[in-house]
């Protein structure tokens, strides 16, 4: 594609160990704007990464990776939340795209996007509708268009993101709307929601870095941005999918350790003033 003309002020900013190296590949074959990459490696294991970073970066000038060394052996706890602090702070555009590394999005979504934050007001949220494939390998088809991710819905191959398991963190997208949509619409905040998103990088609520491991760690996030007023609007032509993976080992065991600890950050954010947690 030709983006010669193309202003970059989005930087998509996401976070991932190790072991999840391909996903960043995957990642930049189809997000061709800066990215801001949080990275835990175990530093036995830093110059193979670095080495791979430099084959998958050679020809591309606009992406950080920010190293954060662990040697924890165990590997159950993961700093969600800090890592994506790091990769928020570590970009340096305007607007950033909070996504996670498991997700492809729709193919020029950077310059797709690029229409709607050139008129943001503030305080608001550009929600990205996220769905799941039941394919385990990135597929064209589903990535080109809303037009073809539609044939891969109707044959069952394609639904809404955590879509049996979680309806409520994604339903409020209203993905019956988002068909037939052609300009962006609101929609209100629901318990549980925690949307993929963009938004101006000066009024993002710093994510609370008590979280550890894989669970709950959004849920507090958009409880905040809901609770300071804040306004969610589904943009019409831009998606992310995700694609099948095996759930990993010690995810059950999380949801019992942080469950009470997603119920105290709750509370808290109810009992801190907006000028305390806003970052400038």
Not at 9 to 34: E, F, I, N
Not at 211 to 235: D, P
Request: proline share 4%; charged share 20%.
């Amino acid at each position: 594609r030709d983006s010669s003309n193309v202003t970059h002020h989005l930087t998509l900013v996401t976070h991932c160990d190790a072991g999840r190296l391909y996903k960043v590949q995957s990642l930049l074959q189809y997000w061709k704007g800066p990215m801001s990459i949080a990275m835990l490696v175990p530093s036995n294991e830093s110059v193979f990464v670095l080495n791979e970073l430099d084959i998958m970066l050679k020809e591309r000038s606009n992406v950080a990776v920010h190293f954060v060394i662990n040697d924890d052996p165990t590997g159950l706890f993961y700093p969600t939340n800090m890592m994506r602090n790091i990769a928020v702070n570590g970009s340096s555009t305007k607007y950033v795209f909070l996504c996670d590394v498991d997700f492809v999005p729709v193919t020029d979504a950077d310059v797709l996007l690029s229409k709607y934050t050139d008129t943001l007001p503030s305080k608001q949220v550009l929600v990205v509708p996220a769905l799941e494939s039941k394919s385990t390998q990135v597929d064209d088809n589903a990535l080109h268009s809303k037009t073809s991710l539609m044939k891969q819905v109707n044959v069952k191959i394609v639904q809404q993101f955590h879509q049996d398991v979680c309806f409520q963190c994604h339903g409020a997208t209203n993905l019956t709307k988002w068909w037939k949509a052609d300009t962006t619409y609101e929609v209100q905040y629901t318990n549980m929601f925690e949307p993929y998103v963009v938004m101006n990088k000066s009024e993002i609520i710093s994510f609370k870095e008590y979280f550890v491991g894989r669970i709950y760690n959004k849920i507090s996030f958009f409880y905040a941005l809901n609770h300071y007023g804040y306004k969610f609007s589904v943009v019409p032509d831009v998606y992310v999918i995700h694609f099948a993976q095996w759930i990993t080992a010690g995810a059950n065991r999380q949801h019992k350790i942080l469950l009470p600890k997603l119920l105290l950050i709750l509370l808290d954010i109810s009992k801190q003033s907006q000028n305390k947690i806003i970052c400038g």
